[in-house]
């Protein structure tokens, strides 16, 4: 079994900051990919920021400038910084993670999202 958990949402003001934080625990042995997705009501998921094994970094170009992936000290963790977030920021923010488990098994895993709502 493979948990992923994010935490660190909330409602915030325009031009403010939120800091998500995503674990992956359990069976997974080898971590290749984390990602951080979100989905707005009514839009598809859009996927907005991947860290890969190799330190490599991707974002969204809505998002470029604002938001920066980064690897936590805690093994399997990665943080979200989201600076000057906007309106159009609010979401459920969802983490992925890819990799292989206990029996060498490339698997995708979600979380169940965390909600960020940007609003005055």
């Known amino acids: 079994q493979v948990q992923v958990v994010e935490s660190g949402g909330g409602l915030v003001q325009p031009g403010g900051s939120l800091r998500l934080s995503c674990l992956a625990s359990?069976?997974?042995?080898?971590?290749?990919?984390m990602n951080w997705y979100r989905q707005a009501p009514g839009i598809p998921r859009e996927l907005v920021a991947t860290?890969?094994?190799?330190?490599?970094?991707h974002y969204a170009d809505s998002v470029k400038g604002r938001f920066t992936i980064s690897r936590a000290n805690a093994k399997n963790t990665v943080l979200l910084q989201m600076n000057s977030l906007k309106p159009e920021d609010t979401a459920v923010y969802y983490c992925?993670?890819?990799?292989?488990?206990?029996?060498?098994?490339?698997?995708?895993?979600w979380g169940r999202g965390t909600q960020v709502t940007v609003s005055s």
């Open positions: 992925n993670c890819k990799g292989f488990d206990v029996a060498f098994n490339y698997r995708d895993y």
């Open positions: 359990g069976s997974i042995v080898s971590v290749d990919v």
């Open positions: 860290m890969a094994s190799d330190n490599t970094t």
